[in-house]
């Protein structure tokens, strides 16, 4: 265990169109880690990560950054206070999200709608279909 992290499992790295005005593309993917930390702490970490790795928080939302790490789901239900909210607010939406995620906990539910990450995958892509 390194950092108080434990990888259980990793995703295929996906490329995905940005999510505001950002002209590049991204390489998304998901994690499952095992921690003791608790999510402020966990949040602390992921940010100490993407320092490391030259990511500046410069108070403009939407940039281009070199990592950006989130906390999508919590084996603990749901999380928020004013700085973190988990299940991540726009994870259902997000298919950048929902695929890699899906194909490494498929069976992983969401507490809030309790359906599974791949019926909530599923669903997002055939409402994509559709659009």
């Known amino acids: ?54 990511r500046r928080r410069q108070g403009q939302r939407w940039r281009s950054r070199t990592l950006d790490l989130d906390i999508v789901l919590w084996s603990g239900g749901c999380w928020a206070d004013a700085v973190l909210t988990v299940p991540h607010r726009e994870f259902r939406k997000r298919g950048f999200v929902l695929g890699p995620a899906a194909r490494i906990a498929p069976h992983w539910r969401d507490p809030l709608s309790g359906l599974t990450l791949r019926q909530l995958a599923n669903r997002l892509n055939r409402s994509s279909a559709k659009a």
């Open 1 to 54: 265990m390194r950092l108080g992290l434990e990888v259980e499992a990793v995703a295929p790295v996906i490329r995905s169109r940005p999510v505001g005005p950002s002209q590049r593309e991204y390489a998304n993917g998901a994690a499952v880690i095992s921690t003791s930390l608790e999510p402020l702490e966990l949040l602390d970490l992921l940010q100490d990560v993407e320092c490391w790795f030259g």
